[in-house]
């Protein structure tokens, strides 16, 4: 079973930024992606960024400019580096990795990070 485990949630100011961090518990080898989603209240979860395992990024289109996805591929890790936070930002954010397996791919995730954004 492989543990996905995000950190860095917390309270900011509009206008701040926060640093959050993803750790998957299985070799960058098997690691297809790794990606970013944020569910806020009464919505559906959704794709904020995402980072395959050739360096391919992807971002939501209300992210763009702000957010920043990077990893580092020696300790399974995905960072989502957000500033100029505002109120819609607000969401639990949650981490997902794509592992390889043979024949077939599979989607871990984690428990989530509350990203609160308000003055």
């Known amino acids: 079973q492989v543990q996905v485990v995000e950190s860095g949630g917390g309270l900011v100011q509009p206008g701040g930024s926060l640093r959050l961090s993803c750790a998957a518990s299985i070799s960058i080898s098997s690691i297809y992606a790794m990606g970013w989603y944020r569910q806020a209240p009464g919505k559906q979860r959704a794709l904020v960024a995402s980072i395959t395992s050739g360096g391919s990024t992807d971002y939501a289109d209300s992210v763009k400019g702000r957010f920043t996805i990077s990893r580092d591929n020696a300790k399974s890790t995905v960072f989502l580096q957000m500033n100029s936070l505002k109120a819609e930002d607000t969401a639990v954010y949650y981490c997902?990795?794509?592992?390889?397996?043979?024949?077939?791919?599979?989607?871990?995730w984690g428990q989530g990070t509350q990203v609160t954004v308000s003055s």
């Open positions: 997902k990795a794509v592992i390889d397996v043979p024949t077939r791919r599979i989607d871990y």
